[in-house]
């Protein structure tokens, strides 16, 4: 039989990329999709500015990263959605032998109630809302059969909240399915979601703490949250 492994996936570069404990911190700081300056990066892996500036080439090499020149001063951030929910997918299976254990510590409750996945949310509020929208009638499955589409029973749900979502922009997938990786659920991630979290944000229903983390705040709870299926975990 004639050998095919050489045009099977090229992963063992990728993971070679990720295997490193700075660039993953480094990788794992990026996915709250916001720019970071190399500084920022190398104080969230613990590492020197120069230790930093060689990782960072390798990962813009790999074409995990990319960078934006802002005046005199370059900023990193993920390369797309497919980089930030391929880590996504490698914390569930790499943490999935100590999950329970790992979210005991105050901060990582944190984490755990509500984050930012590269843009949208995710942890238990995440999960909340695509629970919601489909307790609601408000998705089905779009004709290409990979994601969601808006029913009018979706539309009506979200102007409640006073949104109206944009046109799908044909450059990116408007809502589909996203892998939790603390709750071993699905939340919802696309252009949809984005706004969503956008939303809740400039409603002050939500704000961001520190890294990625995100808090519910008192008009959250107040407004928000009974607009929802109660998430699985109370706010730490």
Not at 188 to 212: C, S, T
Request: glycine share 6%; charged share 20%; hydrophobic share 45%.
């Amino acid at each position: 039989m004639k050998h095919t492994a050489t045009h099977e996936p090229r992963i063992a570069r990728v993971a070679a990329m990720v295997a490193d404990p700075a660039r993953s911190l480094m990788l794992a700081y990026l996915l709250s999709g916001e720019l970071a300056s190399a500084g920022e990066l190398a104080s969230a892996a613990s590492i020197t500015p120069a230790t930093a500036s060689g990782h960072l080439a390798k990962l813009l090499e790999a074409g995990l990263l990319v960078c934006e020149a802002r005046g005199r001063h370059r900023y990193y951030k993920l390369a797309d959605n497919d980089v930030a929910h391929a880590l996504e997918s490698l914390a569930v299976v790499a943490e999935r032998s100590t999950h329970e254990r790992m979210w005991e510590h105050p901060a990582r409750k944190r984490l755990r109630f509500a984050r930012c996945c590269y843009g949208h949310l995710a942890g238990a509020l995440g999960v909340s809302v695509l629970t919601t929208l489909h307790e609601q009638a408000g998705l089905k499955i779009n004709q290409e059969g990979e994601g969601y589409e808006l029913t009018p029973a979706g539309l009506a749900w979200l102007a409640k909240m006073d949104l109206q979502p944009k046109v799908p922009l044909s450059a990116r997938r408007f809502a589909y399915p996203c892998l939790d990786w603390s709750e071993r659920k699905d939340h919802l991630a696309g252009q949809l979601a984005d706004e969503l979290l956008q939303h809740f944000i400039q409603k002050a229903w939500v704000r961001r703490v520190d890294g990625r983390a995100l808090d519910l705040t008192p008009l959250g709870v107040q407004v928000l949250l009974p607009m929802l299926v109660k998430p699985a975990i109370n706010n730490a």
